[in-house]
C-alpha cells in the first residue's frame, strides 16, 4: 500500500513538472539597439528604437535595450552592471558617420557575428557609417552612395517573397520614403530581398550612379556563423508605423536570432 502511494505521488509529481515545463514559454532572446551617430540626426532613430521594443513586447520573443553610444559593443566585462556581446543574441545600428569605437570592439563585433554565430541588422543609415572601418562595410554588404530621388514616394519590388517577413508585403508597391542608393555591394555576397522598380525612376537625377540600375533596398546575407540584414527604409517615422513592415521586422528578427529558417544564398538579379 505504501508502495503504491510513493508511485503515485511519484507519477503525479512528474506530470504536474512537465506540466510547467509546457507552459513555461522559452526565455526571451536579447536585442541590442545602437542609435549613435557622429554626423547626420536622424529623427527617426528614437522613433525606430520604440517600434522593435514594442514588438519584442508584444511577442515576447525578445526584450530590447536601446544605447546611444558603442560601450556595449565589447566582450571585455562592462563596469556597474554593464552587459556585453556575450549576453546579447543580435545588434542592430541606426547609426550614421564615425561614432567612436576603439578596435577591440570592432574585432567583438566582427567576432559576435561571424564566429559565434549571432545576427546583425543595419537600419536606413547602418550603411552611412565607419567608412574607415572597410571590414564593416564588408559585415553589412555595402556603403551609402547618396539618395538621389531624396524622400519621394518609392516604387518598391518584392524580390524574394519567400524570405522570412517579406510575404507580408504587396510585390509591388509605392511607400512615401528616402531611399539610398548602395555602393561596394554585390549580389555574389547578398541575397536581395526588396529593390527599387528602376523602371520608374528618374534617372536622369544629379548623383544616380549605379548605370546597372541595381538599386537594392533590403538584403540578407550569411556572414561566417552568424546572419546579417540591411533594411534600408526608415527615414520617415510612418514607415514603422505599417502593420506590414512591423510584420517583416518581426520575422526579420526572428531569422537574426535563429529562430526560423530563410535562405540567404546569394542569386542574380531577376530577368524581370
Partial sequence: MEYSRVLLIGALASAFAGSLCAQSPAPAKKLLFIGATGDWQHESTSYAAGTLWKLG???????????????????????????????????VFFTSGEPAINDEQKAALLSFVKDDGKGFMALHSGTDTFYKWPEFGDMVGGYFDSHPWNTFDAPLVVEDPSF?????????????????????????????????????????????????????????????????????????????????????????????????????????????
Wanted: no cysteine; glycine share 6%; aromatic share 10%.
Fill in 57 to 91: 513586447n508584444e511577442t515576447k520573443l525578445w526584450e530590447t535595450y536601446i544605447k546611444t553610444d558603442m560601450q556595449l559593443i565589447t566582450k571585455q566585462t562592462v563596469p556597474r552592471n554593464g552587459k556585453n556581446l556575450k549576453f546579447f543574441d543580435a545588434v
Fill in 164 to 272: 522570412p517577413g517579406m510575404k507580408f508585403l504587396p510585390r509591388a508597391f509605392t511607400m512615401k520614403d528616402e531611399i539610398y542608393q548602395i555602393k561596394d555591394y554585390s549580389r555574389e555576397k547578398v541575397r536581395v530581398l526588396m529593390t527599387l522598380d528602376a523602371s520608374k525612376l528618374d534617372m536622369t537625377r544629379p548623383n544616380v550612379h549605379r548605370t546597372d540600375k541595381d538599386f537594392a533596398v533590403i538584403w540578407a546575407r550569411n556572414y561566417g556563423k552568424g546572419r546579417v540584414i540591411y533594411n534600408g527604409l526608415g527615414h520617415l517615422n510612418e514607415v514603422f508605423d505599417r502593420p506590414d513592415i512591423q510584420k517583416m521586422m518581426v520575422e526579420h528578427v526572428k531569422w537574426l536570432m535563429g529562430l526560423v529558417p530563410g535562405d540567404a544564398t546569394p542569386r542574380p538579379k531577376p530577368a524581370n
